[in-house]
């Protein structure tokens, strides 16, 4: 059985208002990508990791001359789409003819470089049994409001049973297939892998990993993350 790795990177990153795509954009003078991929690229377990482009990437090239990772074949490239559940089904159709319906195929943002490397194993370790799969993540701490389009709350809501969700994210191929062809094929609106999956009925099952596996979605993230990083290196 053999474990992959898809690294969706086809975004434009509209929120961050930067014409360069923030997942090649610098923390501590590294695109965030290439720290994922780092990342990733460190778990012995994943024997191949799929990075997934924009079809008109004009970054990548550049940056993969520059990396400093001998990892030969395991690094492959295919194009995404407009959506990410469509980048994610071209990652799993590239390697359709080499895998197998068994086999684990995880799903890491690329904007996501604080992931720690041994979160991903327990993530590998703790669901290396289970029929479906999972995801890191971990217990909402804050306390709950609904409010409504005007900002008034409506409610406050029992928090014990509700978690932050965290990538990566990680399926039996065969299931995430199917689960992210049907998602495309409706034209459902999913956020996660998770998501698409739970539609056919499964229970992903919820691993917890570190809180500091953020999400760099605005610029401010960016500061975040830089401190992050060196923390972790600090305590490595």
Partial sequence: MTIWAILPAAGIGRRMGSETPKQYLPVNGVPIISVAL???ASVAAIQKIVVVLHPADRYWADLEVGLDLDLGDRLV????????HQSVLNGLTSIQS??????????HDAVRPC??????EQ????LQDHAVGGLLG??????LKQVDAQGLVQATVNRNNYWHAYTPQMFR???LLTAIEQTVGAHCQVTDEAAAVELLGYQPKMIEGSKDNIKITHESDLILASKILDMQAAIA
Avoid: F, K
Avoid at 115 to 120: L, N, P, Q
Avoid at 138 to 143: A, E, G, H, K, R
């Fill in 38 to 40: 780092r990342r990733l």
């Fill in 173 to 175: 191929y065969g299931v």
């Fill in 123 to 126: 993530l590998i370790i703790q």
């Fill in 77 to 84: 490239c295919t194009s995404g789409g407009d959506e990410r």
């Fill in 115 to 120: 992931v720690r490397t041994a979160d991903i």
């Fill in 138 to 143: 971990s217990p909402v701490d804050n306390t």
């Fill in 98 to 107: 080499e895998v197998s319906e068994d086999d684990w195929v995880l799903v």
